[in-house]
């Protein structure tokens, strides 16, 4: 049995840190009155194909109806959302005459709709606001509420202040962050994340366990982010592999939505080359977010040992490895319990086996120095050092 401390029976709890989230088995009955305390009366509800398919949009929209709200709706987010999404999601926002937001659905359609949000009072073009080129900046608080629903357990979105796309003038997935950006409310229910795939549910919690791991060896302090980091490493180590192998358990389910959100609390420390390579590899190679970042960690973390070997240690430790090990043998063996754990629910371990060609290595490594998300690297890098993880990966 995994010692979860979680209660055997999951309530509905009302947690704020600093996003006010509601969260357990049946959540969603919540929204109408989540939207009330915001005074949303006529939201635009934000999604895609994949979440419609499911049914889980119409259930939203039921519960919406019930309670006798009338929503707009904007459901074609791309995978990969880029300033299209923003634009065709602002025209249905004004349309409907929205006054607020509700995305339904992953990173992707979560990450929409903060940038329809943006939009709604704030001059295009998106890439103004690039955080790479400080234009975080540039971004005001005056902007209508957004209620956020994850369908996966990975980008943390929901409690995450940044919005990401792959914008034409920039040519490279584009980070805008601000605390504006953040989420008024997130809805958590794990029964919404039950009927996700195998793989998806690997490549999204991946995603969460690589947030975490990364900003806890990154460089600068925060140990609230410290804490929570390594925290979601070890709620991902020990609910991920459940969450693959037996989908209805709520449990596990519960605890990989907390590993997510924790996850995205903690990289506003900041993150690292794994996520700077996942962000070329995803325009460039067509290789899903959290299957990258899985891809290519091991190698980053054999990267940065010589300049994280304590951290590494304990993220050793927070995946079930002895203490007594000793810190030398615990922040040796890292890469390996990675790589061990992104086999065990089921992912490749190269990125040839996601279809990725070697000739367009050296491009990657080129956009991914590009990437503000290596400049938090506990051990600075430069193209060929990222070029050396991505061989070092294929």
């Known amino acids: 049995m995994i010692p979860f ?3 055997e029976t999951l309530p509905i709890v009302e947690l704020s840190w600093p996003t ?7 959540a969603l009955s919540r929204l109408p009155a989540e939207l009330a305390r915001l005074g949303v009366r006529r939201p635009l509800v934000v999604t895609d194909a994949g979440v419609v398919k499911a049914g889980i949009a119409a259930g939203v929209l039921g519960v919406l109806e019930a309670a006798g709200i009338r929503a707009e709706r904007f459901v074609d987010v791309q ?7 923003a634009t065709d999601g602002l025209a249905a926002y004004r349309r409907g005459g929205c006054d607020g937001l509700v995305a339904v659905g992953g990173g992707s359609s979560i990450d929409a709709a903060k940038l329809v949000q943006l939009l709604t009072t704030h001059e295009p073009p998106l ?3 690039d955080d790479a080129a400080g234009g975080d900046r540039h971004v005001r608080g005056d902007l209508p509420p957004l209620v956020a629903i994850p369908t996966t357990a990975g980008t943390g979105s929901e409690v995450g202040r940044s919005g990401v796309a792959t914008l034409p003038d ?3 997935k584009t980070v805008i962050f601000s605390p504006h950006l953040m989420p008024r409310v997130a809805i958590c229910d794990p029964r919404l994340t039950v009927a996700l795939p195998a793989r998806l549910t690997a490549a999204t919690g991946i995603d969460a366990f690589t947030h975490g791991l990364e900003a806890y060896v990154a460089a600068g302090f925060h140990p609230l982010a410290d804490a929570v980091g390594l925290d979601a490493v070890r709620r991902a180590t020990r609910s991920l592999p459940v969450a693959v192998g037996s989908p209805g358990d709520l449990h596990a389910r519960t605890d990989m939505m907390i590993a997510a959100m924790e996850g995205a609390m903690a990289f506003q420390k900041g993150l690292g080359a794994s996520h700077a390579l996942a962000h070329a590899l995803g325009p460039l190679a067509g290789v899903h977010h959290g299957l990258a970042n899985a891809l290519v960690l091991p ?3 054999a990267f940065v040992r010589p300049a994280a070997g304590p951290r590494l240690a304990q993220v050793a430790i927070a995946m079930g490895a002895d203490p007594r090990e000793g810190e030398v043998a615990l922040a040796d063996g890292a890469a390996e319990r990675v790589r061990a754990l992104v086999a065990a629910v089921g992912l490749p371990g190269k990125l040839r086996d996601a279809g990725v060609n070697e000739a367009d290595l050296p491009r990657l490594a080129a956009k991914a120095l590009e990437d503000a998300s290596h400049r938090t690297s506990p051990r600075p890098c430069t193209e060929q050092d990222l070029l050396a993880m991505l061989r070092a990966s294929y």
């Open 5 to 7: 401390d979680l209660p």
């Open 170 to 172: 920039t040519g490279r």
């Open 79 to 85: 995978a990969n959302p880029t300033d299209r999404d």
């Open 299 to 301: 190698a980053v973390v």
């Open 20 to 26: 006010r989230v509601v969260l357990g088995p049946g």
């Open 127 to 129: 890439s103004r606001y």
